[in-house]
Nanobody, 112 residues
Framework: VQLVESGGGLVQPGGSLRLSCAASGFTFSSNGMNWVRQAPGKGLEWVPAINSGGGSTYYADSGKGQFTISRDNAKNTLYLQMNSLRAEDTAVYYC??????WGQGTQVTVSS
């Protein structure tokens, strides 16, 4: 299993970013996926999840209305659209398959 995130960076408050996660080594279209983040000095925080077909999504209260998870099974890619970013969204964002398989993470920094 290999998960490679990209798309992070420095963004001003109120800005947007779209993260991508390229998946390989398993049947992507048969697996639910999720995004998890870890802010500096804090624990892991689960963000949203999506089922294998992409038809069902679930968001933590903190991400509702701000984050959108999606996937393209033809491209074996998971996405996270993040809007109205705030300083407290600064974190390393990981895509995950279940609880055992994670990518290396991509840094998102929200700062003016």
């Amino acid at each position: 299993v290999q998960l490679v995130e990209s798309g992070g960076g420095l963004v001003q408050p109120g800005g947007s970013l779209r993260l991508s996660c390229a998946a390989s080594g398993f049947t992507f279209s048969s697996n639910g996926m999720n995004w998890v983040r870890q802010a500096p000095g804090k624990g892991l925080e689960w963000v949203p999840a999506i089922n294998s077909g992409g038809g069902s999504t679930y968001y933590a209260d903190s991400g509702k209305g701000q984050f959108t998870i999606s996937r393209d099974n033809a491209k074996n890619t998971l996405y996270l659209q993040m809007n109205s970013l705030r300083a407290e969204d600064t974190a390393v964002y990981y895509c995950a398959k279940g609880v055992y398989y994670w990518g290396q993470g991509t840094q998102v920094t929200v700062s003016s």
